[in-house]
């Protein structure tokens, strides 16, 4: 299901936060949260039921083993750190089954000339996310830092549907409080009137904005065959604005949701392309999964406690590893190696003392994430060097006709033509303009959280609110899934 659904929109939502509260306010506090459970496993189970029984699994199993961690289990003659080990081993045996068996498998046959047939399995949804949630929830049952003996509890935890199938990804004690207080056991209006606006704020970012940009970066990367220099740059700067209001936009819809049953999802963007270098970056891009890899892979290598290389080589890990935990191809791979370098030149840079002017540090950092992205995006190695050539002008050069009798001199000059702009792409200059409005919003304008915390329930949000919602409910019947859902 959907949150830019119908059917999630008009009937689970409204149907969960109506029954949820009357289970409340008749003190079934333990029959609400049932329901919470129950009704999240429900969300998960409408694409594909089949993978039902392998949430419930990794679930009692995570909390077998974060149990066996905690203090309830201390007199147990077990060593901790290793039965920490296998619980992490476990997890990610089961994400690298599903997830990157045929990579594997390809790449073997590909090395040895081999001819071990693919699995050809389907990527269960959110597995990545609740994956990582729960190696987290046992890390901090390791130190201490966490205890859970009710397995409902513990089902809410990981099920909790606005962050169960992309995120947040959330820690233990910054959830399971929420559900404890007295005060979040009742209607909050002021967390409904902001939950339900930063709600629509997102599913306008979703299916206005980042559905719009889709068919340009679609039509560039997986249609066209050739791609002249302002096409590539168009087909480039779609996809980082397809991608940055697709996602925001999903957590957003999460925050907003979550905030109805007065639950405070953490803030996951900060306003990302306002950063002004690779490590401001990292700091305002999926924050939650920035501190799980900062909190989880990079500190426990090392982190800086030690020299430049040794700090470098642990920089390059964590991002290589954090770009094969969002696919499962060398393009992933080559990304996340990419943030890799950069993150070593800039912790450099800084040792130095070197500085930039603002504005030239956010041009350059822009475009780096631009470009990075493009490996993100492409299918295949092919794609990417089809924009990455276009944009270096390597193609050809395309300059609308109007303007060929003012320049004359350019007619006979090879590569360079008069005609249709974006006619690879398509809509014309239409692309162009939204691009320009892409920054205007991201540069000028309040980021989701900025909005949530200014927010004041009188009639111009209430009005803003319902413009949001006409105008993306419209375009609903159209609207595509989430790009992190294949992630």
Do not use: C
């Not at 001819?115 to 990545?128: C, G, R």
């Not at 087909?235 to 819809?253: A, I, K, V, W």
């Not at 800086?304 to 470098?312: F, G």
């Not at 270096?392 to 000059?413: M, Q, R, T």
């Amino acid at each position: 299901m959907l949150f830019n659904s119908y059917e999630f929109i008009f009937l689970f939502l409204p149907l969960t936060f109506f029954l949820y509260f009357y289970l409340l306010n008749r003190r079934l506090v333990t029959g609400a949260k049932g329901l919470l459970v129950f009704s999240s496993l429900f969300f998960y189970s409408w694409w594909n039921i089949a993978y039902l029984p392998l949430i419930l699994a990794s679930m009692l199993f995570n909390y077998v083993i974060g149990n066996s961690l905690n203090e309830n289990f201390q007199k147990a003659k077990v060593n901790k750190k290793s039965l920490l080990t296998f619980g992490i081993i476990s997890n990610v045996t089961l994400l690298g089954y599903f997830k990157y068996s045929d990579f594997f498998i390809e790449n073997f046959n590909l090395a040895f000339n081999g001819s071990v047939p693919l699995l050809h399995l389907a990527l269960p949804l959110a597995i990545s996310f609740f994956t990582f949630q729960q190696i987290a929830y046992l890390v901090d049952s390791y130190r201490g830092e966490t205890k859970e003996y009710d397995f409902l509890n513990y089902a809410l935890f990981v099920t909790f549907f606005p962050q169960l199938i992309a995120g947040p990804i959330v820690h233990h004690s910054e959830m399971m409080p929420q559900f404890a207080s007295k005060w979040n056991l009742v209607k909050n209006y002021k967390n409904i009137a902001t939950g339900l606006f930063i709600f629509s704020v997102g599913l306008f970012k979703k299916v206005v904005i980042a559905d719009s940009f889709a068919v340009w970066a679609t039509n560039g990367f997986d249609v066209a065959e050739t791609l002249n220099f302002l096409e590539a740059w168009a087909t480039s700067l779609s996809y980082t604005f397809q991608l940055y209001f697709d996602f925001s936009g999903y957590t957003d819809m999460a925050i907003g949701a979550a905030l109805l049953f007065n639950i405070k999802l953490p803030v996951n963007f900060n306003s990302p392309y306002k950063a002004t270098s690779i490590q401001d970056f990292w700091r305002r891009w999926h924050i939650t999964l920035s501190r799980f890899l900062k909190d989880y892979i990079y500190i426990p290598l090392g982190g800086n406690r030690k020299d430049s290389l040794k700090t470098s080589t642990n920089l390059m890990a964590t991002f290589i590893f954090g770009g094969i935990w969002h696919g499962a191809g060398w393009t992933f791979i080559f990304w996340g190696f990419l943030h890799g370098v950069a993150l070593v030149i800039n912790h450099l840079w800084k040792s130095f003392g070197f500085k930039l002017p603002a504005l030239l540090s956010w041009f350059i950092t822009f475009n780096f994430i631009n470009i990075a992205w493009i490996f993100f995006r492409a299918k295949e190695w092919s794609d990417a060097l089809k924009v990455l050539e276009g944009m270096a002008g390597l193609s050809f050069i395309v300059i609308p006709s109007k303007y060929e009798v003012y320049l004359p001199s350019l007619v006979n000059i090879n590569g360079i033509f008069f005609g249709e702009v974006t006619q690879h792409i398509g809509d014309g200059s239409r692309v162009l303009n939204w691009i320009i409005a892409g920054f205007l919003v991201i540069l000028l304008f309040r980021n989701s959280s900025e909005q949530m915390r200014l927010f004041k329930a009188d009639v111009s949000n209430l009005l803003l609110n319902i413009a949001f919602l006409f105008v993306a409910l419209s375009l609903v019947s159209t609207a595509s899934e989430f790009l992190y859902f294949n992630f």
